[in-house]
Structure formats: structure tokens, C-alpha cells
């Protein structure tokens, strides 16, 4: 048996935070090739009952992902990454991606963990619930 | 208010429908723009050992042929989305991606009153035929009308 990796649960990663704004939008819109409206057109974001453009939900699964690999490093790498949903982003203002180890353990022979995380608006509510599992390099 | 299902048969048949498998490098632009768009950078978009970031996930799946259902109700959001890798995807190598439609459910009552839930995946497979990566979502109809105001779910 391998030792276990130095994590230990209950360990909070960094936070990140950021603002994305309309051009990191934009730049995602092109990346994956979708536009709906209500992202980048504050009028049809309205039209919507929402105060400005939305934040894409896939934009934050990556941003979680960022969060997860800049307390990761080179220790290892993302084996599964989940983002549900649970209130709307509005593009421009602040937002936090936090988490925490919620358990180490070995399977298939490999070192892993389990982390759950959330991405809170400004009012410290989670938008996003997340969850992900790592694997350690032996 | 809906109180009878829309998953007829001819709905539920639709469970299972795959598009066309289609070819997807893993290239250094791709690594680099989705660098770029969730980092805000691409220093390290390709490590020493060739590995990339998972994040070129987002450039590589909407090269996969994306399965249509029907608009059974008149609004839609996105649930939930995740990505899954059995290893890190390496700089060059050619992956054959293929959508599904890989199940629909439905729910009655709640904060968005009668709604469809229709999940979907690309699969990633290398040159030995083993899944290499998945990106799955779950998209929700419903119909605003019927949803009453609340925070979350």
C-alpha cells in the first residue's frame, strides 16, 4: 500500500475570486460556439427578468476546475469535475469558487480524493454546488 | 398547469439516439484558447510531460454533432455539467468524439411546476477505443408561467 497524499480532510482549498466580465464571456461563447443572447446582450438578458447578462453555467465548471488546479498543481490531476446549478450569475460581479477536502482515500490502486465546492455570488449564497474527485501521482 | 406526462413512447424512444462519431485533435490552440478563457492566460497550457488541461475539454465537444429533442415545453436551463477524465489528455493526440442522448426524466410539482430533464454526453475515445474523457449535462424544460419565485431548488 502507498502512503496517503499529504491532504487531509477537511482542508480548505484557496479561495478564487474573480469577475468575469463580458469579454471572458465572449471569449467563452467563441471557445464552445454557442451564443445565446442573454449572454453577451444585456437587453435580451431583461426580456429574461434578469438585471444583465448571465454567466454560462459551463464558464463555471471551468472556473471551478481552475480552482481545483491551482491548489492542485502538479500533484496530481482532475478526474471528475461537477457543477449543479442552483441560481443565476450575473456577468460583472463578484463571485468566489471555494471548496474543501471531503475525503482521502485509495481505489484502484490509486491515491485520491473527494472535494466538494461552491461557487458563492456577493451575497455569499452558492450559485453552484460542485463536486470533484482527484488522483495523486504515486 | 401540466398534469399529465410528456414522455410519450415516441419520447422516451428518443433515449439512446448517438450522433455521428467524429475525429477531434487535441491541439495547441485549442489548449491555449481554453487556457485563455479560464485562466486568463496560457502560460503551462501544455506541461513539460505533454499533458494538457482538462479545460480543452470545452474546444474539443462542440465538434461532436450535437443531438436535437424536441422543445416539449417553452423554456430551458442548464442543471448541471460535468467533465470526467480516466487520465490526462496529451498534446497531439486524435480522439473520436460521439454525443448521446442518455436519458430523460421528468418531475411533477417543485419550484418550476411540471419540467423534463434531458441528459446528454460526448465521449472521448483514443486510438485503443477506451474512453478517455465524457462531458455530460442535464438540461431542464419547463414553462415559466407555471414556475413560482423562490431561491434555490
Known amino acids: 500500500m502507498t502512503a496517503l497524499p499529504a491532504v487531509t480532510e477537511g482542508e480548505e482549498l484557496p479561495a478564487l475570486e474573480l469577475t468575469p466580465d463580458l469579454g471572458q464571456v465572449i471569449r467563452f461563447c467563441g471557445l464552445t460556439w454557442v451564443f445565446p443572447a442573454f449572454f453577451y446582450d444585456v437587453e435580451a438578458a431583461r426580456a429574461q427578468g434578469m438585471p444583465g447578462t448571465l454567466l454560462p453555467g459551463p464558464l463555471k465548471l471551468g472556473l471551478i476546475y481552475r480552482a481545483i488546479d491551482d491548489w492542485l498543481g502538479d500533484r496530481g490531476f482532475i478526474r471528475h469535475v461537477r457543477a449543479a446549478h442552483r441560481r443565476p450569475d450575473i456577468t460583472g460581479r463578484p463571485i468566489t469558487v471555494a471548496g474543501r477536502v471531503a475525503r482521502v482515500y485509495e481505489e484502484d490502486g490509486a491515491q485520491r480524493a473527494d472535494l466538494e465546492l461552491a461557487v458563492l455570488n456577493e451575497r455569499g449564497e452558492p450559485s453552484v454546488r460542485g463536486f470533484a474527485v482527484v488522483q495523486f501521482h504515486p | ?153
Do not use: C
Not at chain 2, 22 to 39: I, L, S
Not at chain 2, 91 to 104: A, M
Not at chain 2, 135 to 149: C, F, H, L, N
Open chain 2, 1 to 153: 398547469m401540466i398534469d399529465q406526462t410528456l414522455l410519450t413512447d415516441e419520447v422516451r424512444a428518443l433515449v439512446g439516439r448517438a450522433g455521428e462519431p467524429a475525429p477531434v485533435r487535441v491541439t495547441r490552440r485549442a489548449a491555449e484558447r481554453a487556457m485563455d478563457v479560464y485562466y486568463g492566460h496560457h502560460n503551462g497550457a501544455v506541461a513539460t510531460d505533454g499533458t494538457v488541461k482538462g479545460v480543452v475539454l470545452a474546444a474539443l465537444e462542440n465538434e461532436s454533432e450535437s443531438i436535437r429533442y424536441p422543445d416539449l415545453l417553452p423554456d430551458g436551463l442548464l442543471i448541471s455539467n460535468e467533465w470526467e477524465f480516466s487520465r490526462p489528455l496529451r498534446l497531439d493526440e486524435e480522439l473520436i468524439v460521439q454525443s448521446r442522448l442518455v436519458d430523460i426524466n421528468e418531475r411533477f410539482g417543485g419550484r418550476f411546476g411540471y419540467s423534463l430533464y434531458f441528459r446528454s454526453d460526448a465521449e472521448f475515445r483514443d486510438s485503443t477505443g477506451e474512453i478517455v474523457a465524457r462531458s455530460v449535462r442535464t438540461m431542464m424544460q419547463y414553462d415559466a408561467a407555471s414556475a413560482r419565485d423562490g431561491a434555490e431548488e
